[in-house]
């Protein structure tokens, strides 16, 4: 029980507060996110509510990390990722995704550019996150109202 405890324990220290993700962690989840299922179970919500409500076209996921959702994006139309840790985007070069490296602060890309914007585990670890939001509105398309 104490060794369960210090493992669980061990694997907050290294998520929480850290900007970016301890290599250890990122492989661990590289291995674990495509069966896991934490990971399964937040894609299914994630690419159903892209199904039912997002607009088709270019699919930004910001905060991409070792790249499981993004993968699993391809087939809602073209899809990139970004993150600031070049080892979580090495993960996703294995998987053949298309991938950036960068800060949501200041996104490569240019106004109007995507239909949907992802943000998982992503605003809630930024300190500055109107400023973060303000920098996804400006490469998220407008909607377009159909009445």
């Given at each position: 029980m104490l060794r369960q405890a210090a493992s669980v324990?061990?694997?907050?220290?290294l998520y929480h507060g850290s900007?970016?993700?301890?290599?250890?962690?990122?492989?661990?989840f590289f291995q674990l996110e495509d069966h896991h299922w934490w990971f399964t179970g937040r894609r299914r919500i994630v690419l159903d509510q892209i199904?039912?409500?997002?607009?088709?076209?270019?699919v930004l996921d910001l905060g991409c990390g070792t790249g499981g959702t993004l993968a699993a994006l391809n087939g809602t139309g073209p899809s990139?990722?970004?993150d600031p840790s070049a080892e979580a985007?090495?993960?996703c070069r294995v998987r053949g995704l298309n991938v950036a490296l960068g800060s949501?602060?200041?996104?490569?890309?240019?106004?109007?550019h995507f239909?949907?914007?992802?943000?998982l585990d992503v605003i809630e670890?930024?300190?500055?996150?109107?400023?973060?939001?303000?920098?996804?509105?400006?490469?998220?398309?407008?909607?377009?109202s159909s009445s």
């Open positions: 324990q061990k694997f907050v220290g900007a970016h993700l301890e290599p250890e962690l990122l492989s661990r199904e039912r409500f997002a607009p088709l076209g270019r990139v990722g970004i985007l090495g993960l949501g602060m200041q996104l490569p890309f240019p106004d109007d239909g949907t914007v992802l943000a670890h930024v300190d500055d996150d109107v400023g973060l939001l303000r920098e996804v509105r400006r490469v998220l398309r407008p909607m377009v």
